[in-house]
């Protein structure tokens, strides 16, 4: 195949494919089985029910091993880390 055929080829095809993707009508997009329009609030009531029951979960465990006892003293340890004074003027 020459220049001339191969872009006369491949402009038939992209012309063909156009048509192809305007012909059809809008109606076969919206046409969906009984009950199809549920499906995505079921995907989405399933994911936020497992994600829920897995943060339930992992806050039981956590409060079970004692990781969420005491959470004031946490906030001194901090206060015992000497840093060098990047905030003070130095002269």
């Not at 192809?20 to 009984?34: K, L, Q, Y």
């Not at 009950?35 to 979960?57: K, N, P």
């Not at 465990?61 to 969420?68: F, I």
Request: proline fraction near 3%.
């Amino acid at each position: 195949m020459t220049m001339k055929h191969l872009k006369l080829f491949s402009f038939a095809l992209c012309s063909a494919l156009l048509l192809s993707v305007f012909a059809i009508t809008p109606a076969f997009a919206h046409d969906g089985p009984e009950g199809a329009e549920w499906v995505m609030a079921d995907w989405m009531f399933i994911t936020f029910a497992l994600f829920a029951g897995g943060a339930l979960v992992a806050f039981v465990v956590a409060l079970k091993m004692g990781l969420l006892s005491n959470l004031e003293d946490a906030k001194y340890q901090i206060l015992t880390i000497d840093e060098p004074d990047y905030y003070s003027a130095e002269g």
